[in-house]
């Protein structure tokens, strides 16, 4: 069945340079989409960065859990003017595709990426393949669920982290969003992490009944829990069947 958002306004929120493929996808499959940047992300240098990027060569494995990691991760290693044959013996992790493709971008290619694309799955399966106490570096943002280090410590397995960015709500677009939520005719809202949804929840005044679709089980759950009740996601965590997902409901409800 060929894919079609069938002229439906679909409301993006996700942060303003990562929401314009997602639009662009949108378009291009007959939505009409609706920009509304919820969160501003930042690279940031914390104090103890420079010290656990000068002993890189103390950990077998990097974690990346999104591609803005990936990106502010090598932002400050430039900056330190990080010797990159520390990476030579080096493992990477990634929690999906778009992290792969960010980390491909600087050259690297991911020795581990979990077959669902969520912290829980990743801890669970590199856990089983990893039997050995081998140090890991974190690397995450400052929004970051908890459950990778939960794991890591419960397994004794040796870790750091390495906070490289902000995920901030975008209190600018607290206006646009109430006056599209109650003059927009939006047909769908499209979360693409849980701080979307709590960015929304937190921001949103007027109230809305609008289905949703998350592009995975923990922003579904997220949702869910901040009173979303219809809600459509994918049964693999990308952009592409996210759009895909929202098709076929759109065709099911006629």
Known sequence: MPISLHEKKILITREESQAKEFTEMVRFYGGQPVEVPLLTISCK???ESKQLLTNLNKYEWLFFTSAN?????????KKYKIDWAVFQTMKMAVVGHK???ALKGFGFTASFMPTTYNADVMANEFLNRETGKIPVLLVRGNRSREVLPARFSKYGLPYDLLEVYDTSYNY???????DILKNGNIDYITFTSPSTVEAFWEMA???????CACIGTTTELRARELGFNSVITPQEFTIDELIASLSNYITERG
């Open 45 to 47: 240098d914390k104090p």
């Open 69 to 77: 990691g990936v990106n502010c991760f090598f932002q400050l290693v």
């Open 99 to 101: 992290t792969e493709a």
């Open 172 to 178: 600018q677009m607290k206006h646009r969003l109430n």
């Open 205 to 211: 005044t007027a109230e809305s009944r609008i289905p």
